[in-house]
């Protein structure tokens, strides 16, 4: 059984920082791409951050140069440092793995809140 379990989200500051995790079971981590995907209140899921199994990142622009998504294989488990954070940076996050050779083969996980409020 395949399981993503974000953790680390909450309530933070303007300026704050947060870091997120997720951790993932039943899966060959090492083969999978991982990102982070969010969605605040009324507005479409967007692409946060990715990074593939080879290592190659890439970011939405509104979080370039304050956010930084890394992975540990050893760990089975990829994390975005979240610095500088804005109001607009509130939203569900989640963790999304997608199997780089099927690409069809994709999990979810649960969402962790970031409320991002003075």
């Known amino acids: 059984q395949v399981q993503l379990v974000e953790s680390g989200g909450g309530l933070v500051q303007p300026g704050g920082s947060l870091r997120l995790s997720c951790a993932a079971s039943g899966i060959v981590f090492s083969v999978f791409g991982m990102a982070w995907y969010r969605q605040a209140p009324g507005k479409q899921r967007e692409l946060v951050a990715e990074?593939?199994?080879?290592?190659?990142?890439n970011y939405a622009d509104s979080v370039k140069g304050r956010f930084t998504i890394s992975r540990d294989n050893a760990k089975n488990t990829v994390y975005l440092q979240m610095n500088s954070l804005k109001p607009e940076d509130t939203a569900v996050y989640y963790c999304k793995a997608t199997n780089s050779y099927f690409r069809d083969h994709i999990y979810w996980g649960q969402g962790t809140q970031v409320t991002v409020s003075s």
């Open positions: 990074v593939t199994s080879g290592g190659s990142t």
